[in-house]
């Protein structure tokens, strides 16, 4: 079975600092998609990955895409409230889960103003 | 127009009930999928169709039944509810294939708690 481990879990900062949230594997997927959801929403696409190695940017929040495709990082310069929310990253089209999205169990960030 | 709808949005009831779950997606999307969402917030899939065809059928009681009446729709029934049923349970939709998922376009989520 595939699984993808978030680090850390839950994360409160003040507003203004970086902080970086790890999506790790032992399985390859041909592409990682990470989600953010509010309260009471359903979680909502920021970025899909797909070539190893990949780096996409999305104002602040800035995306990796692990060389080997296992791993990715999202990491987001000068937090805000606003930014506070559930993050979530999803493998896809990895051995045996064709048509499905693995989901991490999902990062709490709680950003303080 | 809302994309991914479901009803209820709240659901609350008592042990040994049936109740059943409502989604409709208006993005003309090919495949529907049904997820659970449990107190931990992992997301884990239950059920795919394509096409009003069942795709993936993870490892769910058969209490849970999904329904498909065309592409559009994706309803899900579950009969004699226990405790552990309780979670928010989302529908979403997505383009094309099962094989290339893209992206996902998730409802609002359904709040089943069972008393």
Redesign the interface.
């Known amino acids: 079975t595939q699984l993808l481990e978030q680090s850390p879990q839950f994360l409160s900062i003040q507003e203004g600092e970086n902080l970086t949230v790890y999506c790790n594997s032992s399985s390859v997927f041909s592409?990682l998609?990470w989600?953010r959801?509010e309260p009471?929403?359903?979680?909502?696409?920021l970025v899909?990955v797909v070539t190893g190695g990949e780096v996409k940017k999305l104002k602040r929040l800035t995306f990796q895409f692990g060389d080997a495709r296992k791993d990715s990082s999202l990491h987001i310069t000068a937090a805000q409230p606003g930014d506070t929310g559930?993050y979530?990253c999803?493998g896809?089209?990895g051995s045996g889960n064709?048509?499905?999205?693995i989901?991490g169990?999902?990062t709490?960030l709680q950003v303080k103003p | 127009d809302t994309a991914?709808s479901q009803t209820p949005k709240y659901l609350v009831t008592q042990m040994g009930n049936d109740k059943s779950i409502k989604c409709e997606q208006n993005l003309g999307h090919d495949?529907m999928?049904w997820y659970k969402q449990d107190s931990?917030?992992?997301?884990?899939?239950m059920f795919?169709y394509?096409n009003k065809e069942l795709?993936?059928n993870e490892t769910v009681p058969n209490r849970f039944s999904p329904k498909s009446p065309d592409k559009a729709h994706l309803n899900l029934h579950i009969n004699s509810l226990e405790l552990g049923d309780s979670a928010v349970y989302?529908c979403?939709s997505s383009r094309g294939?099962?094989?290339?998922?893209?992206?996902?376009f998730?409802?609002?989520?359904s709040r089943l708690t069972v008393l």
């Open positions: 592409s998609q989600y959801q009471g929403e359903g979680p909502v696409l899909t559930l979530l999803a896809a089209g064709t048509g499905k999205l989901f169990q999902g709490t | 991914v495949t999928y931990k917030k992992f997301l884990k899939i795919s394509n795709i993936i989302f979403a294939l099962a094989g290339a998922i893209g992206e996902l998730f409802g609002e989520g």
